[in-house]
């Protein structure tokens, strides 16, 4: 039975006491029944929190990003930082009198872990499926990576508003209502020769592959398959009707 290991970004909080004692019953209760439990713990570098807090820590003490200290130098910081929070983690565990297995305890920036997943990786590159595409991303300006929706930070704004964005010397404008012009591919006689989209997010725009309508609004009546000429991408999308998400 495997630890979910915690992240060495902090330290344990009631929501770990909680699994811990649910797994530790469970392992212990399957031991008096004469059954074989390895329960093994381990803690988690997690990616991008971890590389945050340690980077923030590196510029606080030294005034140098990881980029200019060194990828060996940079992974030598994060495994002195899970020394120091890892141990705390082990002890707080510990305290919780968790029935574990510590003889086999890990961390997943362990070299084995590590090696096992460049492997994985690579068998999934060899098997077709890791490819490079054009996509829509999250990318953060601090961190110069591509980031998961978890790590993104939701910021609800009213009108117009300057949010400070990390790594822009300057507040960015969100809030505004963008108007954009789709022009009609082969416009039917006396019909609409363009399709006017509002949005706040014109920057979601890179990902359209298509334009709907609603088929009872009248403004747009006999452009059900027509084709739109996508005002960013220079690329034809198809317009298609949809009256339950689209209101006329």
Known sequence: MLLPPPNVTGVLHIGHALTLSIQDAIARWNRMHGRNVNWVPGTDHAGISTQTVVEKRLHRETGQTRHEVGREAFVAKVWEWKQAHGDQIRQ???RLGASLNWDQEYF???PRHSQLVRD????LYEDG????ATKMVNWSCALQSVISDIEVDQIPTEGRTLIEVPGIKFKVEFGVLHTVEF??????PGGPRCVRVETTRPETMLGD????????DDRYKGLDGKRVMHPLLGQQIPI???DILVDP
């Open 108 to 110: 997943t920036m362990d």
């Open 209 to 216: 592959v298509a334009l709907a309508i609603c088929s009872r």
């Open 92 to 94: 707080q565990t510990t």
């Open 240 to 242: 298609i009707c949809d």
């Open 120 to 123: 994985a990786f690579i068998r």
């Open 183 to 188: 022009s009609v591919i082969d416009p039917p």
């Open 129 to 132: 499926l890791v490819y490079r």
